[in-house]
């Protein structure tokens, strides 16, 4: 007996002693992507109510903290330093303090944070500052200094929660000189997303041995531009040709994605991208199971949790009350009076009085010959009234600097030809569209119901010209003059103003369409603004005080037999008007 007791003892430590070398850790992964300066619950542009914002994200996160304590890391994407006026007014007025950018983040506790194209853009002082001021590690595995190869932001940043170690590699998608100038990037290089991933998955895997690894990229799932093999939207190709990751949160594209991609190991990796604004959320529930210290399963499961509707977080609020009575004081300040009002939707239907007035202050400032602008919103509306600074960012709605190109008649042509080529239909019979729609984008934050992006639709003033949507593409546009009377020559230079974006070859109009190298570009600009477009765009408001925007006639769609009632068609599709 007694031997059968010391025999049922030992099973029974034995036992005892494996059970305790099980061991589950339940980890919580939230990210956020695409800010854009959607801090506060109030829309300085518009002077409304916000859904979403970081007051709502926090309140979220809060909640799930009590639960997860220390096991919920959070984490952000990038693009969080332009868009609303919070951010102008941090990165141009009020220098001197500490970026609300970095504010919110540290209120907030983030653990780590990826940079974006729209957090380059302001320039090394701004973003330099910015990353200084942020307590959480920022990353940028692809982000190399130029004279030394090494990264200029950390590749990846290590937790330890609960014995679990996790691995966070951020990149940022690497065709930055698509849309800005070198001054603004100075020294740095941005690299390939696949080989550089590759790179620094094998450090985290063979070195660190991570058990989590995370990837927290700026950059779409496929597709956009293509710069010397580079692209801009490389996640879903970096989940399938780079074994290792085990989560993917991006973003940049501005769209709602939480799908499995299978790499080519045959192992499934969770992509998730909660689009823009703070919206939403990208949610990941992580558990891992250890028996004896080895990792032995992984459950990961994700979701996007919208925030719309969630509740202020009312200490937060009032923890950047002084912030936002100072940002609304500045955005409240009236620089003018319009006498009419003015709309970016007209803008897709031939002249109107938004864009013609943006074309004739361009002109005005440049002293050009020939102005390219096209919409970048599609549904700003300035009241005739007062105007005021918050205004200003519905007329203008990114910190692009103003550029003068040289640029012969024939490249005017051919750029114009490959704007309206993405913007109008070929109609083939009066019943078709005018413009080329696609219902499924609806959703999508940058085409809203277009096929195409519809901050690369330039038009032109300076000109008069008119397109036919029955002929094919690459044969529309008919340019009859100068809108002086003068005769337009395609042989001859002309100064041309547009937006640093497109000068530097945002949307590759200059490029396929004008026939530009890319390489030759900077060669063309004879004047690049000190200050961003907006700055410029509001000294002349001040100085016109009183003003009437009005549209210049210099151009339309025919044969307007067709035109007319198919854009009456596809304005109510858009409008539902």
Excluded at 486 to 514: C, H, W
Aim: a negative charge.
């Amino acid at each position: 007996m007694k031997r059968i007791l010391s025999i049922g003892m030992l099973s029974l430590c034995l036992m005892t002693n494996a059970m305790a070398q099980t061991k589950t850790v339940n980890l919580r992964i939230v990210e956020t992507s695409d800010v854009h300066g959607y801090f506060f619950p109030y829309d300085f542009v518009e002077r409304k109510p916000l859904d979403g914002t970081l007051m709502r994200v926090n309140t979220y996160v809060d909640r799930l903290r009590k639960d997860y304590g220390d096991n919920l890391l959070l984490i952000d994407n990038g693009d969080i330093l332009q868009g609303q006026p919070t951010c102008y007014w941090s990165n141009y007025v009020m220098t001197t303090d500490q970026n609300i950018a970095a504010k919110m983040v540290n209120y907030m506790r983030y653990d780590a944070e990826t940079i974006g194209n729209h957090d380059v853009e302001p320039g090394h002082a701004v973003y330099d500052k910015w990353i200084r001021e942020v307590r959480c590690p920022l990353l940028g595995a692809n982000v190399v200094e130029t004279k030394t190869g090494m990264p200029y932001l950390k590749p990846y940043a290590l937790f330890v929660r609960d014995g679990v170690k996790i691995a966070v590699i951020g990149l940022l998608t690497p065709t930055i000189a698509c849309w800005l100038n070198e001054s603004t990037y100075e020294g740095l290089d941005f690299h390939e997303m696949v080989s550089c991933a590759r790179k620094w998955v094998k450090q985290v895997r063979e070195v660190e041995h991570a058990d989590l690894v995370i990837g927290l990229f700026h950059s779409g799932k496929d597709g956009g531009l293509v710069l010397n093999g580079m692209e801009e939207d490389a996640t879903a190709r970096v989940a399938r040709e780079v074994p290792g990751f085990d989560i993917i949160f991006y973003g940049h594209d501005h769209q709602v994605h939480n799908e499995w991609i299978t790499n080519k190991e045959g192992k499934r990796v969770l992509t998730l991208d909660p689009s823009c604004w703070a919206l939403n959320v990208a949610d990941a529930q992580v558990n891992l199971t250890y028996e004896n210290g080895k990792l032995k399963k992984k459950d990961i499961k994700g979701e996007i949790v919208s925030v719309r509707k969630e509740q202020l977080d009312e200490q937060m609020s009032q923890h950047f009350q002084s912030d936002f009575n100072r940002i609304k004081q500045y955005v409240d300040r009236k620089i003018g009076h319009f006498e009419t009002s003015v709309r970016t939707r007209d803008s897709f239907f031939g002249n109107s009085a938004f864009s013609d007035f943006i074309h004739s202050l361009q002109l005005r400032i440049s002293g050009a010959d020939i102005s390219f602008y096209a919409p970048l919103t599609f549904d700003s509306k300035i009241e005739a009234g007062d105007v005021t600074i918050g205004d200003m960012f519905k007329l203008y709605r990114f910190e692009n600097q103003l550029y003068v190109l040289n640029m012969t008649g024939r490249e005017i042509r051919g750029h114009l030809e490959e704007s309206y080529d993405r913007w109008v239909n070929t109609m083939k019979s009066k019943d078709d569209h005018l413009l080329l729609l696609n219902s499924n984008s609806k959703g999508d934050q940058q085409r809203t119901g277009f096929q195409n992006y519809t901050f690369n639709f330039d038009s032109a003033s300076g000109i008069d010209y008119e397109v036919d949507v029955t002929k094919l593409n690459g044969q529309k546009v008919s340019i009859l003059r100068m809108s002086n009377g003068q005769p337009f020559e395609e042989n001859k230079t002309y100064k041309v103003v547009m937006s640093s974006y497109r000068g530097n070859g945002g949307g590759d109009l200059l490029i396929k369409g004008a026939g530009i190298p890319k390489e030759q570009l900077n060669s063309r600009i004879v004047y690049q603004s000190p200050l961003d477009l907006r700055h410029y765009l509001t000294q002349e408001i001040e100085k016109l005080g009183n003003v009437r925007p009005e549209k210049a006639n210099n151009w339309k769609f025919v044969p307007e037999e067709w035109t007319i009632p198919a854009a009456q068609r596809d304005y109510k599709l858009l409008f539902g008007e």
